[in-house]
Every structure is written in structure tokens, then in C-alpha cells.
């Protein structure tokens, strides 16, 4: 274990010392971060649909929610889809032309345009070959007021035009309220475009609870920020989940476990599953090349293949299942991913009484105790053992019968208690497992002290004794492990700090950015620099800018210290 800590003779000896002025310090900047999935809401196409003839024209307003402060955005459209159980087709009859595409900030009304290669207008090519078509980015500085940070809801906006009697690919959901997918015949347009607001009801339109499939990019202001794809069949898809719109980051474990039992603390997801689909299809080099370039946004897979793979007959061979899956995690930390989740294959079975009790359910072949299912999730064991994979979701604790694991979890009267047909995962099956995945989401180390050194220009390169976290190569009595806590340049000496010092009601008051999650950050109290208190182990959330007052008052001739200890 190495530690760091924030003491007199760092930045704010001064402050300390005298205890009785206010310092009030910007962070340094920080190396750009990559482009990644920075909200909610963006999925793949799964089918296309054909309109009423008449019907060429389109609007599209869907909401996403930030999973952390960026400093840019960017919009990335898709003409193709994945169909169940084959190869992802392109729009082979038409091109899908965007007229006006913009950006409405949820908390002040204010527009943005967004333009591709300086254009307002992107036309997706017939029969396209690409994954996705990016818009320019929008930087943070463009937006009125404080920047865009986590938990803010960012409205899509999209207006365009298909030829008559041609058709458009569908994925991203438009049922939340306020959002909103409708084709309509052109000459009932009412012409405006980059507004806020709801879509305006347009004569003759037909509405729909999908609208373009897209993907919500940009750069987060700093590291330790999760960027989280979703990769499956109709499981993690969110098949069963009949919750609808009634939640803005979407139904489904996966969608859910975006967001907190308050709807906030967000994580930025990209949905890339398909029901009915295979890790058999997705390893085709022939049915799948479109879906690998999402992988280089995400800092995190869940990744969830093998209901379909065993099948219903429980007819897919074990070892060879386990093989495809192996490819999908190689292919993924090829793609930069650093952490893979898997799922345990869950019960499949059919039920005389509705799923009320397990006693009224019979597993499906290959799907019993000691069956092809237990040698799947047998071999996914083994695989987190290797570390092939970062954490193996239990969900067998959680959705199914404690004393027959092969059976779902039942309550004794509830029909369709946590599964709707026996294969799917119903609405509160997908509330319980959606608070596990956030859990196992958030104990991940994204942002560790590896990736951060290798991102720096060192004196005599990364793996010299300049990079090692003890060392302080700017002679600024930091230590390289507390500039990476605290988000400082280790080569900037003359920067200024990041930490606040200040008194508040006659206490002292440290307050410092907690940047990392890989980290523990202790603050410290003393009278005399040589006995200290523990006042905070980690306080306030990760991420944050966190204040921690001291026990004791300033009273009299008190003299009172504070530090920051940091940990790996």
C-alpha cells in the first residue's frame, strides 16, 4: 500500500500555519480525456420502419443524461439495424437525410445547432458500411452558465426527410415523457427547427416509441468517469420490462442501473444488445463488423451472451459457447476496454401456476440442476477466476430460488413474480438485478494509476523512477500518487492548488476534489502537527468536490491543522 498526504509543507503551508485566511485555488488542468459515452439514452437500430407513403418527413426528441462533467459533446447517427437472430442489414432502398439536428439543455432552454464537417445538414448513404456518422463537437463553452455537469438531461433534437416510400432504421426510445418520434407528410411541417420543447403536434403524423438509433459521445473533464456499453440478447436488451418510458435512462437491468433509487448519480451507458440474438452472430465476421468501433467509447463492457447460444432445447454445445464468449472479451480489451462484467445465466423454465411457487416449475432441457447451464456458468466462474473477466454478476442469488438455483425466485402467491414467461426477467425482477449491476458497476477501479502515467510525458519516460507515485518530479512537495488524486500536473511546480482552505462558523474547512475511485482519501486534524484525529475516510461521492469541517472551534488562542492523507 502506498500513501500520500497533504501536509504543511506542500501547496498551503501558509494557510495552514496561520489558520486564518481563505485560499481559494483552480484546478489544474488535466490531460484530454478520450471520447466516450457520456449519457444515456443511445442504443443500435433493431428493425427498420417503413411509413405511410405520404409520410417522408421525421422528428425526433429523445433525453440523455450526463454521467459526469464534459467539456464537449458529440452526436453519432446510424442507417442500419440488427435483426434477431442475423446479420446487421444496412439500408440498402435510401438515403436518410437530417435537415437540422440540435441540442437543448434541459435546465435553461438553451439551443445549440449541431453540424457535421460544418454542415447543418447529414445525409446517411444508402447501403452505408460505416457503424455511425459522428456530428462536430459542441464544446462545454458554447453553454450559458455553469458547465454541464452530472445529472444533467441534454434534449436531442433531429428533423429530416426520407424519399417516398422509403424507410428508416429505429432503436432509441422516445416514450419518456417529452420525448417524441413522428413522421408526418412535409407540406404540414410547421418549418421551425432549433427550439426547445416538446415536437409540436403535426397534422397527419403517426408517432412512434422508438425513434433514431444514436449514440451520445464526448469528452468528460477528467478520468474516473464510467463509460458503459451493454452487449446481449433480449436479457440485458430489457425483454419483460414493461416499465415503458416511465424512466428517463430506459426498461431493462441494464438501462436501469444507470441511475440510483432518486433517479440520479447517472451512469453513462450505450445499449448494444438485440433480442434474439448470439455471441455465434456476434463473433461472424460476416453478420457483424458495425458493432466493434462502439467498443473504443467505453471504459466498461457488461456483456451478457448464452440464453440463446444454449437455446430453448438446451441444444448449444457448452465449450463451444464459452469460446465464442472468450472472443467477445479479447475483442473488447482490444478495443481499450478495461473492465468486462458478466452475468450468470439465469433459470429457464416453464410453470403450471404462473411462476407463483418453484414447485410448479420444470427447467428446461439442459437447463436442470447439473445441466449444460451449470457447465456454462461453471466455465464463467473459471474465466473471472483467470481474470479473462472483472466481476461475475451473481445473479442466480438474486432472481433465483434459494435452495434450486435452476428455478426462478417466487413469493408463494405473486404470479409472474420476477419472470413473465420463464426466459425473461420481468419488471421487478429487472428493479432487483438492476441495483446489483449499478453496485458492481461502481466498485470498479476505471481510472487507476497506471493509465494516468502512461497518459504523462515523464522525464526519461513512463517506466522511469520520475513516474513511480512516491516520486515528485516537480520538486513541489507533492508526490506524484497526490497529483493524481487530486487531478495536479506532476511536471507543474509553479501551478496553483487544487485544495480549498477556509473557516466556516469558526471551524477549519478543507475542501478538495475527490477525482478518484481507485483511491481512499483520509482527512486529518491536529493541535500541535505531531497528534492526529481522523475526521473523514472517503467523504462525499467520487467525483465530487467534498468539504470536511473540523471537530474543534477556533476559539481563543487555538492553533488547529488539517491534511489530506491519500491511499492506493
Not at 413522421?183 to 411541417?189: E, F, G, Q, S
Not at 447451464?373 to 472483472?390: E, V, W, Y
Request: with cysteine.
Amino acid at each position: 500500500m502506498r500513501s500520500a498526504a497533504l501536509r504543511p509543507s506542500f501547496w498551503l503551508r501558509a494557510l495552514l500555519l496561520a489558520a486564518l485566511c481563505l485560499a481559494a485555488r483552480a484546478a489544474a488542468a488535466v490531460p484530454e480525456q478520450p471520447v466516450r459515452i457520456v449519457a444515456t439514452g443511445g442504443r443500435i437500430g433493431y428493425t427498420f420502419y417503413a411509413p405511410a407513403a405520404a409520410n417522408t418527413a421525421f422528428r425526433h426528441r429523445s433525453p440523455h443524461k450526463l454521467g459526469g462533467p464534459v467539456s464537449e459533446m458529440q452526436v453519432g447517427f446510424m442507417d442500419w439495424m440488427y435483426p434477431t437472430s442475423s446479420a446487421e442489414t444496412p439500408n440498402v432502398d435510401n438515403e436518410v437525410t437530417l435537415t437540422h439536428v440540435w441540442l437543448e439543455r434541459a435546465a435553461t432552454g438553451q439551443v445549440v445547432p449541431l453540424t457535421f464537417a460544418g454542415a447543418r445538414q447529414l445525409v446517411l448513404p444508402k447501403n452505408g458500411t460505416t457503424s455511425h456518422l459522428l456530428s462536430d463537437p459542441v464544446p462545454s463553452s458554447v453553454w450559458t452558465g455553469a458547465p454541464p455537469a452530472r445529472d444533467e438531461v441534454f434534449w436531442l433534437h433531429a428533423r429530416g426527410t426520407i424519399p417516398e416510400g422509403g424507410k428508416l432504421p429505429v432503436g432509441t426510445s422516445t416514450s419518456y415523457a417529452g420525448a417524441r418520434f413522428v413522421v408526418y407528410p412535409p407540406a404540414n411541417d410547421t418549418g421551425v427547427f432549433d427550439v426547445g420543447g416538446p415536437v409540436p403536434t403535426i397534422s397527419g403524423g403517426a408517432t412512434r416509441t422508438e425513434g433514431l438509433p444514436l449514440v451520445f459521445l464526448g469528452r468528460y473533464t477528467g478520468p474516473g468517469h464510467l463509460a458503459v456499453i451493454g452487449i446481449g440478447d433480449s436479457i440485458l436488451h430489457g425483454t419483460g420490462d414493461s416499465t415503458g418510458g416511465a424512466i428517463i435512462s430506459g426498461s431493462g437491468f441494464f438501462n436501469r442501473a444507470a441511475l440510483d433509487a432518486d433517479g440520479a448519480n447517472t451512469i453513462a451507458t450505450f445499449n448494444l444488445t438485440r433480442h434474439g440474438q448470439t455471441a455465434s452472430s456476434w463473433v461472424t465476421a460476416s453478420r457483424q463488423t458495425r458493432q466493434t468501433p462502439f467498443l473504443r467509447y467505453a471504459n466498461v463492457v457488461v456483456e451478457e451472451y448464452g440464453t440463446n447460444d444454449l437455446g430453448s432445447g438446451g441444444t448449444g454445445d457448452p465449450a463451444t459457447i464459452l469460446g465464442r464468449l472468450d472472443t467477445i472479451w479479447s475483442t473488447a480489451r482490444a478495443q481499450g476496454v478495461q473492465k468486462i462484467v458478466r452475468t450468470l445465466l439465469l433459470p429457464r423454465t416453464s410453470s403450471t401456476d404462473a411462476w407463483r411457487t418453484a414447485d410448479a416449475q420444470t427447467p428446461n432441457t439442459g437447463w436442470g440442476p447439473g445441466g449444460k447451464r451449470d457447465t456454462i456458468n461453471a466455465g464463467l466462474r473459471a474465466a473471472r477466476a483467470s481474470g479473462k473477466i472483472d466481476h461475475l454478476l451473481d445473479t442466480l442469488a438474486i432472481l433465483a430460488d434459494p435452495a434450486d438455483d435452476t428455478r426462478w425466485l417466487t413469493d408463494g402467491t405473486t404470479a409472474n413474480y420476477v419472470t413473465n414467461d420463464g426466459t425473461h426477467i420481468g419488471p421487478r425482477g429487472n428493479a432487483l438485478l438492476a441495483t446489483a449491476l449499478r453496485d458492481a458497476l461502481l466498485s470498479l477501479s476505471i481510472d487507476d494509476y497506471a493509465a494516468w502515467r502512461a497518459a504523462i510525458a515523464w522525464p526519461g519516460g513512463a517506466a522511469s523512477a520520475s513516474s513511480a507515485p512516491d516520486a515528485d518530479p516537480d520538486g513541489d512537495g507533492a508526490p506524484n500518487l497526490l497529483e493524481y488524486a487530486l487531478g495536479s500536473d506532476p511536471l507543474a511546480a509553479a501551478e496553483a492548488s487544487p485544495v480549498l482552505f477556509q473557516i466556516s462558523d469558526l471551524k477549519f474547512e478543507i475542501s478538495f476534489p475527490r477525482l478518484r475511485h481507485d483511491l481512499t482519501y483520509r482527512v486529518e486534524a491536529s493541535s500541535d502537527l505531531v497528534n492526529w484525529e481522523l475526521l473523514a475516510t472517503n467523504p462525499g461521492a467520487a467525483g465530487r468536490l467534498v468539504t470536511v469541517a473540523d471537530s474543534v472551534s477556533l476559539t481563543g488562542n487555538a492553533r488547529r491543522f488539517l491534511r489530506l492523507v491519500v491511499e492506493r
